[in-house]
């Protein structure tokens, strides 16, 4: 007797995100990606084998139950998944569109070993947009709230120093969870990376300002205009009332190359020139007050999702040419593939194995020129990727009237300063436990890239629901 042969289960092909063609949103600062329809979305979402043990769950920095939202999608139940994601995550639209899914939850998916993984990022986005809009439809006054205004008596009250991604995942698990939760965002806007940043074409700001709104219907109070460290200090909050305090300011310092003619007119860091456009709206000018950087031949110096969101900003600001130097290959860049193909796609440039030297400037200290030295991979360096090596008397000249330096940041000593009670590691971190957040000082808690360095939206909210979590134990909440 021959036993019957198990069929295996057809995979079907990825389904891909609409978008704007290339040339068309090279030239505006619309969303790029257009986002899944409800047939897109369910066709994605039955592409999830629905594991035994779903390994995607593991690559999750805020542990959603990945399985569980899209079994949701999978039966049309809308309102299911998106309870299950809010347990979680208190910014599913923005994690959606910016968390690098590739390497975190779907480079987990059982289905990258056989062909794609399963869209889990584009998903999760879907939710949060299809939700709020079907909120807004339902009752305009209440759309952006997102989740249910939580009322309650408990005496715990929470200080966020830090209205990024950091801040406003704490505050929101807090506040779910019936804390009094204030915000401090030193800016004018809260949002942190996300609103000074990252640019619209990536994140819209109005899908930001959704999610913080629909925190202030839990009963998180912000306050703008608070610079830790300056407008107030650490124990003046807990002289408020305040029983914890968690730290989540980031680490928006800029770094720089501290090569000749970095102090040139018309050479930026990535900080100062993204939050021209992004948080001064110098896009819009002038509309807004303020006005846009200057653009010709631009020259941006990083390989990360940063470096990316100048080059294309300065695209789209009319730049005549814009270029990436990297001093290593394209295969070792850290930005997200998708970011590194849509810029290519709109016309930037890269050109890799090379880093600056100089910056050349004219008699009226404008840039004119950046000296890059050609380079080739040597051994592997401590992060285990090849060190650049350069080559010797291989040096290039490229005309420039801008440039963009996003090498990375640091922390802004501000806060730091004011605190010198509060350890610091050897490269001018805070010192926080790692799985609580907790600090050396009594109930002061950070999380983020104002401990970990500079990093993703996702492992900064990550630090703040654990931090969150260790809160409400130490309270007994």
């Not at 619309?30 to 035994?52: P, W």
């Not at 500079?454 to 409400?472: D, N, Y």
Request: hydrophobic share 40%; with cysteine.
């Amino acid at each position: 007797m021959t036993r019957p042969q198990k069929t295996k289960k057809k995979i079907l092909p990825r389904v891909a995100m609409p978008e704007q063609p290339a040339l068309e949103r090279a030239c505006n600062f619309e969303e790029v990606t257009l986002g899944y329809t409800a047939e897109l979305a369910r066709q994605e979402a039955m592409r999830c084998l629905q594991c035994k043990r779903p390994l995607c769950r593991d690559g999750c920095p805020v542990e959603i139950d990945i399985k569980a939202f899209i079994g949701c999608l999978q039966e049309d139940d809308l309102d299911g998944a998106h309870a299950v994601i809010r347990d979680y995550n208190s910014l599913p639209a923005v994690c959606g569109r910016v968390c690098p899914q590739e390497s975190q939850c779907e480079g987990k998916c059982v289905l990258s070993a056989k062909g794609e993984p399963v869209a889990i990022g584009r998903l999760e986005r879907y939710v949060a947009d299809a939700f709020a809009a079907r909120q807004e439809a339902d009752d305009p006054c209440t759309a952006l709230t997102g989740a249910p205004v939580c009322a309650s008596d408990k005496p715990l009250r929470v200080a966020c120093v830090g209205g990024g991604p950091a801040g406003l995942s704490c505050a929101g698990h807090l506040a779910a969870q019936g804390a009094r939760v204030t915000v401090f965002e030193a800016l004018h806007e809260v949002g942190g990376v996300l609103v000074y940043g990252i640019p619209g074409f990536r994140l819209p700001k109005d899908v930001v300002r959704r999610e913080v709104e629909a925190m202030r219907g839990l009963g998180v109070v912000f306050r703008t205009n608070w610079v830790g460290g300056c407008t107030f200090e650490l124990s003046e909050l807990f002289d408020q009332g305040f029983d914890a305090v968690f730290i989540g300011v980031g680490a928006g310092l800029p770094r720089f190359l501290n090569v000749p003619g970095e102090n040139l007119l018309g050479v930026f860091s990535a900080n100062e020139y993204l939050t021209r456009v992004n948080l001064g709206r110098a896009n819009a000018f002038p509309a807004y007050d303020t006005p846009p950087p200057p653009t010709g031949r631009v020259v941006v110096v990083g390989g990360g999702n940063v470096a990316m969101d100048a080059a294309r900003t300065a695209l789209r600001l009319g730049a005549e040419k814009v270029t990436i130097l990297y001093r290593r290959t394209e295969a070792e860049m850290p930005a997200r593939v998708e970011e590194v193909h849509h810029a290519k796609a709109e016309g930037v440039e890269i050109h890799c194995l090379c880093s600056p030297v100089s910056f050349n400037g004219d008699q009226g200290q404008h840039l004119v020129s950046v000296s890059a030295q050609l380079m080739e991979l040597g051994e592997p360096d401590e992060s285990g990727r090849c060190r650049p090596v350069c080559l010797e008397g291989q040096v290039t000249e490229i005309p420039a009237d801008t440039a963009i330096i996003a090498v990375g940041t640091q922390p802004n000593p501000v806060l730091l300063r004011a605190t010198p009670d509060l350890p610091l590691n050897r490269w001018g971190y805070i010192e926080a436990d790692p799985e609580t957040g907790e600090t050396a000082l009594p109930n002061v808690f950070a999380g983020g890239d104002i401990v970990t360095g500079a990093a993703t939206v996702i492992s900064a909210m990550g630090a703040g629901r654990r931090a969150a979590k260790a809160i409400l134990e130490r309270f007994g909440s």
